[in-house]
């Protein structure tokens, strides 16, 4: 008998709390099945594209570094040939240059 007075008086709130219960619920049941798909995506998509884009800057980075090299032994290379050009030209006076045809 309490029990149907108790239902009569807070009946409605007790809906309502339930109602808000439900809905944040089924809220929070959404939230999760979106940062799933989120996690997903990462898992699946974006950490390849990284690791192929690591891969691929140290690869550049080794030819950069391979580059770099060359270009010194060339430069030693060119900077020996070249002081012995301007050497020859300061004895030799400047040339001319070459006349269209």
């Not at 300061?90 to 040339?95: C, L, M, V």
């Amino acid at each position: 008998m309490e029990f149907l007075s108790l239902l009569r008086e807070f009946g409605p709130l007790a809906g309502i709390v339930l109602f808000f219960i439900w809905r944040d619920w089924k809220r929070e049941d959404r939230s999760a099945s979106r940062i799933e798909k989120l996690e997903d995506e990462m898992r699946h998509i974006i950490m390849p594209l990284v690791e192929r884009s690591a891969k691929v800057i140290s690869k550049n980075s080794q030819i950069m570094r391979e580059n770099a090299m060359v270009m010194r032994e060339l430069g030693a290379l060119l900077g020996k040939s070249l002081t012995k050009t301007l050497r020859q030209r300061k004895t030799e006076g400047p040339s001319e240059p070459p006349k269209p045809e």
